[in-house]
């Protein structure tokens, strides 16, 4: 008898703190922030002017070199045949440079693209850890694991508003 009272009292007990204990969870969606955040949209324009301007060289010497492999094929009769390997090694070592710098470029935008994203995220991070000390929030989800959740929990909008404030460009380098 003892010892369901004791169990009961014990029942009672832990229940009673489940029942009071509040925990607040909310959820942000962490890429629409880095996406449409002022920051974030300028950086994108950015990136996209310096994509383009890379691409538009890239083609302007693709076109040289094409040129320049059709006159060498055009002087294959007329050439030594010496002169004439000597030309198209000299293409193929111009084309190799053309290819190193074309990856190069393209290594360039992917690292500018990961370096703003890293620099928003630890912006966010901040800005976050501050919203939920601020809030008495306990958990912050990734709006991407959540499958069901009311909308009242979404703090998105609440976060885009605040990094708006605090980040308004992020330079290239």
Known sequence: MK???????????????IANAKEVIVFCD??????NSIAGKNFS?????KDKSNLESL?????????????????KNVLSEDEYEKKVIDLKKEVLIFNKSKKNKFNEINKMKL?????????????LSDYSKE?????ILPKNNIIIGKSELDITE???KIINQEVKKIELK
Request: aromatic share 10%; net charge positive.
């Open 115 to 127: 370096d703003a994203k890293i620099f928003l995220i630890k912006k966010l991070n901040t800005i």
């Open 30 to 35: 962490m890429d629409y922030i880095i996406n």
């Open 158 to 160: 609440k976060i885009i």
């Open 135 to 139: 809030n008495s929030i306990s958990i």
């Open 59 to 75: 083609k302007k010497i693709e076109k040289e070199l094409k040129d320049k492999e059709l006159n060498i094929l055009k002087q």
């Open 45 to 49: 324009i950015k990136l996209e002017k």
């Open 3 to 17: 010892f369901i009272k004791f169990l009961l009292i014990i029942f009672i007990i832990f229940s009673y703190n």
